[in-house]
């Protein structure tokens, strides 16, 4: 298991329901930045909580097209910058030690 730092932007799915679970909390050590795209998002639709409905023919339809991500445009760099600054000063970012 790694113990590295993560940070990543989620467009569709919610950071809490992507993020791993390490060192006994979800989200450990990590920064989930939600752009929340729930117009664009290729496979919104197909989120369940039943196993059932979702099917392999429902995936192999999915293909981002159009202006599918057209929503990523509201993340700017500055904001980015500043999440990760923010993550990196807090108490949730964890350093690692390197070895020599």
């Known amino acids: ?6 940070i990543s ?9 992507r993020l791993p679970f390490r060192n006994g909390a979800q989200g450990w050590n990590a920064l989930g930045i939600d752009v929340a795209c729930p117009a664009y998002g290729p496979c919104g639709r197909l989120v369940s909580t039943n196993p059932k409905e979702t099917t392999g023919v429902s995936f192999a339809e999915w293909c981002p097209k159009d202006k599918t991500y ?3 445009r509201g993340l700017s760099g500055e904001t980015m910058v500043y ?3 923010h993550f990196l000063q807090s108490d949730d970012y964890i350093p690692q030690v390197a070895n020599a």
């Open 70 to 72: 057209e929503c990523m």
């Open 1 to 6: 298991m790694t113990s590295i730092g993560i």
């Open 9 to 17: 932007i989620y467009s569709q799915i919610e950071a809490k329901n």
């Open 83 to 85: 999440l990760i600054n």
